[in-house]
């Protein structure tokens, strides 16, 4: 295994413990809400954080995390709906906020095929340029 893979492995938490376990989120979307590991965060709330990508695809590209951990959409369970709802709308409100205007893009990735590479649920709010479709 290289020396990246297993950095990516340890930084990214690829093998999260059981949702719920004592609220633990070994993920950096864990260390971030635990103010371990900085992050350029636009948005806050008692259900929610946005912050910047460190890797963008776009001039805009933020991400609206749950405080909750949940791994990825499909482990959400329908008490979740609510919390579900609420990131959407938090995305509505920093495009507004980041004056998105023309349009937008929101994405969540979910498991191995899905390009999912922290489990801890996450939406990419990405915009500032045309998007194209069918998407990677």
Known sequence: ESDMRACRRVLVGLRPLRRGFAGHNPTIFGKILSKEIPAD???????????????PVASTHILVI???????????????????GHLLLTAKTV???QKLEKGFRLVINDGEQGSQTVYHLHVHLIGGRQMTWPPG
């Open 41 to 55: 965060i636009v948005y806050e709330d008692d259900k929610c954080i946005a912050f910047k990508d460190v890797n």
């Open 66 to 84: 749950p405080r909750k951990h949940i791994p990825q959409v499909s482990k959400a369970d329908y008490e979740d709906a609510e919390l579900l």
């Open 95 to 97: 495009a507004k906020e």
